[in-house]
């Protein structure tokens, strides 16, 4: 799964690797978790821009917003056609920035964080949905939900699943309305282990509320 995440980056390096047309504000954050807005890539008119997204997806079908806590992740292996998803992985596909992402590994009757990031990366980039519901009051929220596949064996000691991390090409293909089904779903694979780098952390992270460098710095630091 993917229930906790950091960004770190500038603007400037946003702007560029995503070539933004239009992009909300975004402040560093260290220790993002669900039912928070976080900035979120999509096609647009014109070009691509980047949004505030509520993390934690609500159909537009739904009766009321609780049903996010639950959908903060989709599985890749029932995406395309479970009822909560299929419609936004159809034509509501996005990209969530990101330098890294925490996962516990289960030690004894304790759980140790660690933090997990593509090796030599400033910014890499989760397959995610977006959908948009309206409440009861009319007012309009845009949410969404990172994919996740099952772990490449540097994750499979810590977590059975991690999420589904693309590559340039892989992001091109994304956020194209006109890629097919098939072409899609080959995207939703483990990322390549060698490539990524997993290093323990401070129980500090366990808190969503706290903040700061401390959350990333190696244990042994």
Not at 16 to 29: I, Q, T, V
Not at 36 to 62: D, F, K, M, T, Y
Not at 97 to 104: D, I, N, R, T, V
Not at 107 to 129: C, D, M, T
Request: charged share 30%.
């Amino acid at each position: 799964m993917c229930g906790r995440f950091a960004r770190i980056v500038s603007d400037r390096t946003l702007r560029e690797k995503y070539r933004l047309e239009r992009m909300a504000r975004l402040r560093d954050g260290y220790n993002i978790a669900p039912m928070q807005n976080i900035g979120a890539v999509r096609a647009a008119e014109g070009g691509r821009e980047l949004v505030l997204l509520r993390w934690g997806l609500i159909p537009s079908w739904s009766k009321d917003d609780k049903i996010a806590n639950k959908l903060t992740n989709a599985r890749a292996e029932t995406v395309a056609e479970k009822p909560s998803f299929r419609s936004a992985f159809k034509s509501r596909r996005c990209i969530i920035p990101a330098s890294g992402f925490f996962e516990w590994k289960r030690e004894s009757k304790q759980k140790q964080p660690f933090y997990i990031h593509p090796r030599g990366e400033e910014l890499f980039s989760f397959a995610a949905l977006w959908e948009t519901w309206h409440d009861p009051e009319g007012e309009i929220v845009e949410s969404c939900a990172i994919i996740t596949t099952e772990a490449n064996e540097l994750m499979q000691p810590i977590h059975d699943r991690m999420p589904v991390i693309l590559n340039w090409s892989g992001e091109e293909q994304w956020l194209d309305p006109e890629t097919s089904k098939e072409d899609l779903r080959s995207l939703l694979v483990p990322f390549a282990s060698d490539q990524m780098e997993a290093y323990p952390v401070s129980t500090w992270v366990n808190n969503a509320k706290n903040q700061g460098p401390k959350c990333i710095e190696p244990l042994s630091a």
